[in-house]
């Protein structure tokens, strides 16, 4: 039987498809592309509704067509009523490493369910095997769950309490991968800001080991939640002084008001975010600073919506992930008032205008320079696309892959900078 995996969402769903990649390949069976695949696993996102409708769609299209089809991921534990009942298997995101028995049940006609609860089954990821695909980037997830209760997400539902995963495998992981050629490792977590504190260590101290492995590569690390970070915010400045991290620091807003806040279940306070920013950008220059916020949660009135802006003027990200508050099944603020969909598109739209123009101005200032940059691969719009020590993605003409280059800044977007290789 021939085999495609089909992935959405974040990069731990990207270092799943692997895991289950390997395992599938030890077993014998054969991976291909989706057209010609005779059963496609689709490794499943579904953190926002739109994200979930695209799921349901796509899983129906490939039923349609004949194939049979294994559902993976988030979904089924977010809302398994979403999962069309033809479907052969259903795994949970803790039950990946039973992917080979769901393939041989869907071979043989019969249904295979496994979907785990928070605690109903416990595996350390970084024991199972992994794919090593061709790149410059490796995903290296140092654990899974989160130590958080927002009231409105749903991902903890498919995650659970916070696991993270033993120092020693995660260096192990990053020595190979670094061995074997990746230039790029990509530390990844629900909140990377929360590692370690279940087994007596902290993030801080994961970074300084990793940076002591032999070897030119970098580190990205993923997003991390202020309320953690508050915990030991000297240590990972520190850490973060290191040559191999990116200067880029990916740290949740969410609103800039302290009562949604406090609605959403961040305990953290809109000063408490600022004094963060306020400590990195001091002691690591140009930093890349990326926020996320969320626009229409219940309750938020417009002073409320105003109060985000404000901070959003002050802080000037370079990046916010702006997303409109959609109700997800079995969360807390599902059951709240709504607030009407056409005053969430209006703050949606307004508050992208501005990001817009912030991240503008601030990419500007690059214009002219020369920057150290670490090449990809090929761009989505053509060219080559490569990322500066603070993870400014740049795009090239052209030029070798996977290779750290002088680059001359020649052009500004929005959204990356255009550049040759300095002469």
Not at 3 to 29: F, K, P, Q, S, W
Not at 330 to 358: C, D, F, M, N
Not at 383 to 399: F, H, Q, S
Request: proline content about 4%; overall charge positive; aromatic content about 8%.
């Amino acid at each position: 039987m021939r085999i495609h995996i089909e992935t959405y969402g974040c990069t731990r769903n990207r270092a799943d498809a692997e895991i289950m990649e390997a395992l599938l390949v030890r077993a014998g069976y054969e991976l291909s592309d989706p057209d010609s695949a005779d059963c496609v696993i689709v490794n499943t996102c579904a953190v926002k509704d739109p994200t979930e409708k695209h799921m349901r769609l796509r899983i129906k299209e490939l039923l349609d067509s004949g194939r049979r089809v294994i559902v993976t991921g988030c979904l089924p534990h977010v809302n398994p009523s979403a999962i069309d009942a033809r479907v052969s298997a259903v795994l949970g995101v803790k039950s990946i490493d039973q992917i080979v028995d769901a393939v041989k049940a869907a071979e043989a006609g019969e249904k295979f369910i496994s979907v785990e609860g928070w605690r109903e089954r416990s595996i350390d990821k970084l024991e199972l095997p992994r794919i090593w695909k061709s790149g410059v980037a490796f995903v290296v997830p140092i654990g899974e769950g989160c130590l958080n209760a927002c009231t409105y997400c749903a991902t903890r539902f498919a995650r659970g309490v916070l696991k993270s995963y033993k120092p020693e495998l995660i260096v192990k992981w990053v020595k190979e991968a670094v061995a074997k050629g990746y230039k790029e490792i990509q530390l990844s977590s629900e909140d990377t800001g929360c590692y370690g504190f279940d087994i007596g260590t902290n993030l801080a101290e994961l970074l300084n080991e990793i940076t002591a492995i032999d070897g030119n590569f970098r580190v990205r690390v993923g997003m991390m939640n202020p309320n953690h970070v508050l915990k030991f915010l000297d240590e990972l400045v520190e850490a973060y002084q290191d040559e191999k991290i990116y200067r880029f620091l990916h740290l949740p807003l969410q609103s800039g008001d302290d009562e949604i806040l406090r609605r959403m279940g961040r305990t953290y306070t809109v000063e408490e975010f600022e004094e963060i920013v306020r400590v990195f950008r001091r002691r690591i220059p140009e930093l890349n600073l990326n926020t996320d916020v969320i626009v229409g949660f219940p309750g938020e009135s417009e002073e409320a919506f105003q109060n985000t802006v404000k901070v959003v003027k002050r802080i000037r990200p370079d990046k916010i992930n702006v997303s409109r508050y959609s109700p997800r099944p079995g969360t807390i603020a599902a059951r709240w008032k709504q607030l009407p969909g056409w005053k969430v598109k209006e703050r949606s739209r307004y508050l992208h205008r501005l990001r817009l123009q912030i991240a503008h101005e601030i990419n500007r200032r690059y214009l002219g320079r020369e920057l150290e940059v670490l090449t990809h691969g090929a761009g989505k719009k053509g060219g080559i696309e490569g990322r500066t020590m603070n993870y400014k993605e740049i795009i090239l003409p052209d030029a070798p892959i996977g290779e750290f280059l002088k680059v001359r800044v020649e052009k500004t977007s929005t959204t990356y900078l255009l550049g040759r290789i300095a002469e």
